[in-house]
């Protein structure tokens, strides 16, 4: 059974920093591109970052180039997400979301989210 | 980016009553493999989303038949044959064409 458990979420004062995880299990970690995405209290979805298989390949949105990096270790099945320069409009859970294969076109499963609150 | 806009944003629906939710896109999601990646996610209250249907019309297994997604180019909808009480919660479609992938607002299914 595949599962997702994300974990490093927390209140962050604005301009802080914070580092979220994701431990993987279920499936064969190496195989598949994996992504986060956020949703702000009461709205939509949002994609943060998308890593490639290898760890190679990172994608953004612009809004969130250079402030957040994404990482992941193949040996250790996890996913982590370093947040730097929090900003209030940062206040999100944030889910860990796996890929159908190379890419994360068509995510599959998703982890339960941990909340980010950036307040003062 | 690409801009996802699904509608009704509500949907009050009697049990057993299909349903019907549009998605539309600023530009067409067919990709330069041929693929339209085009995903509909279900998100229950307190729960995190569940994929439905990729590729505009998989459904994924332990799906409900009645659930079934159709369209093209710009223009996709999921429908749900017969409502039942399990299927309230927020629909949302997204597209993993461009990056960076984008969701439509979501759509809230309630019973009458």
């Known amino acids: 059974e595949v599962q997702l458990l994300d974990s490093g979420g927390g209140w962050v004062q604005p301009g802080g920093s914070l580092r979220l995880s994701c431990a993987a299990s279920g499936f064969t970690f190496s195989s598949y591109a994996m992504g986060w995405v956020r949703q702000a209290p009461g709205k939509g979805l949002e994609w943060v970052s998308v890593v490639s298989t290898s760890g190679v390949y990172t994608y953004y949105p612009d809004s969130m180039k250079g402030r957040f990096t994404i990482s992941r270790d193949n040996s250790e099945n996890t996913l982590d997400l370093q947040m730097h320069s929090l900003r209030v409009e940062d206040t999100a859970v944030y889910h860990c979301?796996?890929?159908?294969?190379?890419?994360?076109?068509?995510?599959?499963?998703w982890g339960q989210g941990t909340l980010v609150t950036v307040s003062s | 980016d690409v801009v996802m806009t699904q509608s009704p944003l509500s949907l009050p629906v009697t049990l057993g009553q299909p349903a019907s939710i549009s998605c539309r896109s600023s530009q067409s999601l067919v990709y330069s493999d041929a693929n339209t990646y085009l995903t509909w996610f279900q998100q229950r209250p307190g729960q995190s989303p569940r994929r439905l249907i990729y590729?505009?019309?998989d459904r994924d297994s332990g799906v409900p038949d009645r659930f079934s997604g159709s369209g093209s180019g710009t223009d996709f909808t999921l429908k749900i044959s017969r409502v039942e009480a399990e299927d309230v919660g927020v629909y949302y479609c997204m597209q993993g064409t461009f990056w960076p992938y984008t969701f439509g607002q979501g759509t809230k299914l309630e019973i009458k």
């Open positions: 590729k505009v019309s």
């Open positions: 979301v796996k890929g159908s294969g190379g890419n994360v076109r068509v995510p599959d499963y």
